[in-house]
Each structure stands twice: as C-alpha cells, then as structure tokens.
C-alpha cells in the first residue's frame, strides 16, 4: 500500500516561494502506476485541485494556478515536489499529496485513492 | 471554470438514511467521486466512479447518478459517519479536476 508524507517550510513570506515534497514509500514513482498530485484545502474551507505530475514528467495543472506552479518528480529518492511563486496570504492551506491512479486515467476515471496527512503552509510575514 | 454544487449542510439522526447531492453541468459525461473528511484529517475515497465502492468501505456508502446531479446515499447512519463530505468530478475535457464545496454532515 502507497504510503505519503509531505514536507516542507511551515512558514512563507508573502511574494516568497512556497516548496513541498511528497516522499512516496510502499510504492516506487518510476513504476507508472499512479499519477502523483497535489491538493491543498484553505483553514475552513474546501479542497483545491492543485495539478500532478507522472514519473516521466508530463504535468497537468489546475488553470487557475498553472502561471505560478511548477512540480517535479525525484525518481532516485522517490519524491515528488511543488513550488508555487509569488504566494499571497490567500495560499494559505493545508497541502496534501494524492495518487491518481494510471489505469483509472486510461477509462477518463480521475480519483485520488491515496492521501498523504497533509501539512500546514501559512503565508505571513 | 467548472463548479460542482453540493448543499452546505445535511443532518439525520442515528440509523436514518443521509442524500447528499452534487450537481454539474459535466456529469452526464464525467464520472463522480466521494470523500468523507472527519475534523483534522485527510480525505477518505468512499466511492469512486459514481458507485463503486473502495474495499474496506461499508455497504451502507452507495452512489447513484442521474443527469447532471449524483447523490451520495448513507443507510443507517452511524455517528462515525459524521464530517464533510466532497464530490469530486473532472471538467467536460478532462483537462481540470474539481470539487464540490463540501456539505457537513451532522448526526443529531
């Protein structure tokens, strides 16, 4: 069973750079299995599709948020990672890190079936 | 951009039977997905594909779909089954994932 932890600067500056990590164990990224996603949910409020990545790298990005997005994926130490420019107080969320499963894509099904815990990024100065 | 439309709050009592709805112009076409989020935690798949059932989740979670609304159905409510519950679809093309906004589910 995939297992995802996310990690990353609980603490941003606004205009700064927001970097998480998603360390995939119980599963390998280079497999092919799964899609790898990011999904973030503000305090109060409701989930936010962020975008995911496969291990080759093709990415595909919520367009409300591509200009400021940028995920890659670390095959050798099995993670996955986001940046997000330019943050505002309104980026303040709890991130997660999903799959998407590969052969649900392949018959247009699209669900995240694995979840990391998800971790707190607030922007602030 | 795309919108799924679920009531903000359903309430039942222990052993009633829950509907919560989301509504979108896309389901006809794309199929819809269910999660159940209790207070500080992460989301839990509870159906996938409209209504299909992830292993390990119980029979009383059943999904239908009708036209551009699908309904997520709790028989015999529990006081676990308590917490926000979000639909999850794809836009028209594929291209965007979205989710509803959530609907609380109290058991009174």
């Known amino acids: 069973q995939v297992q995802l932890q996310e990690s990353g600067p609980g603490l941003v500056k606004p205009s700064q750079t927001l970097s998480l990590t998603c360390t995939v164990s119980g599963g390998s990224i280079r497999s092919g299995d799964y899609y790898w996603s990011w999904i973030r949910q503000p305090p109060g409020k409701g989930l936010e599709w962020i975008g995911y990545?496969?291990?080759?790298?093709?990415?595909y990005d919520n367009p409300s948020l591509k200009s400021r997005i940028t995920m890659s994926v670390d095959t050798s130490k099995n993670q996955f990672s986001l940046t997000l420019n330019s943050v505002t107080a309104a980026d303040t969320a709890v991130y997660y890190c999903a799959t998407v499963p590969h052969s649900a894509m392949e018959v247009n099904s699209y669900y995240f079936d694995y979840w990391g815990q998800g971790t707190l990024v607030t922007v602030s100065s | 951009s795309y919108e799924l439309t679920q009531p903000p709050s359903v309430s039942v009592s222990p052993g009633q039977t829950a509907r919560i709805t989301c509504s979108g112009d896309a389901l006809p076409k794309q199929y819809a997905y269910w999660y159940q989020q209790r207070p500080g935690q992460a989301p839990i798949l509870v159906i996938y594909e409209d209504r299909q059932r992830p292993s390990g989740i119980p029979e009383r979670f059943a999904g239908s779909s009708s036209g551009t609304t699908v309904t997520l159905t709790i028989s015999g409510v529990q006081a676990e089954d308590e917490g926000d519950y979000y639909c999850q679809s794809a836009d028209s093309s594929s291209t965007s994932l979205v989710f509803g906004g959530g609907t609380k589910l109290t058991v009174l």
């Open positions: 990545i496969y291990y080759t790298g093709s990415t």
